[in-house]
């Protein structure tokens, strides 16, 4: 592989990886909030620009990415993110401490991640799942980081998904943690949040 042949990353890597891990640790502790993530990576379609550079501040060598089927089948979005974080790609979802999913409306059940184990209930899969549209309406949750209650929607989504999250958060400490994406903002819903209305 020519690294002249791979899209560029981070302008300057130290700097835009930190701001970028700041956001998405301000996002996991304000669920529900949106927020634009303000990078200017190029990265191969259709992964997005905002997951791509989540995926640059937060996978390393040590850990495993997951894509699904319309990720995987683009070879140079596997060599952008085997070169700009040196991470190792699975087709096993249950491996993968990040899994990206293009296409929501198909992705598997929050189930077919890690879930961690009652010992390591870190070692469990964060889902980068890019969408359309990010909304302060619709579902209404509560929970850590949540003033009495936060309303926000992401679309398009399978149509059982708040179920999905009920039963993830009933699965506490276990479960997965979710980041949104859209091409230029960030959501995220960590498994602490419980959905209490699904409008």
């Known amino acids: 592989m020519s690294t002249s042949a791979v899209a560029r990353g981070f302008a300057d890597p130290v700097h835009d990886s930190q701001k970028v891990f700041r956001r998405a640790l301000d996002a996991m502790a304000h ?113 850590p980081g949540i003033r009495e209650c936060a309303s926000f929607s992401a679309a398009p989504l399978p149509p059982d998904f708040p179920e999905q999250l009920a039963a993830n958060r009933a699965r506490f400490p276990l479960g997965v943690d979710l980041i949104f994406t859209t091409q230029t903002e960030i959501a995220a819903l960590p498994r602490t949040c419980r959905i209490v209305e699904a409008a």
Not at 52 to 59: G, I, M, R
Not at 75 to 91: C, D, K, N, Q
Not at 124 to 136: D, G
Request: aromatic share 8%.
């Open 31 to 143: 669920p529900g909030r949106i927020a634009q993530l303000g990078t200017h990576i190029e990265p191969p379609a259709p992964l997005f620009a905002t997951s791509a550079s989540l995926l640059l501040a937060l996978a390393d060598y040590e850990t495993c990415v997951w894509l699904d089927d319309t990720l995987a089948e683009v070879p140079a979005i596997a060599e952008f993110v085997r070169f700009h974080t040196g991470t190792r790609l699975t087709r096993a979802r249950r491996e993968a401490e990040f899994a990206v999913i293009a296409e929501p409306e198909h992705m598997p059940p929050l189930t077919a991640f890690a879930s961690g184990t009652p010992e390591y209930p870190d070692r469990s899969t964060t889902l980068i799942i890019q969408v359309e549209t990010l909304a302060n309406r619709g579902w209404q949750f509560t929970g």
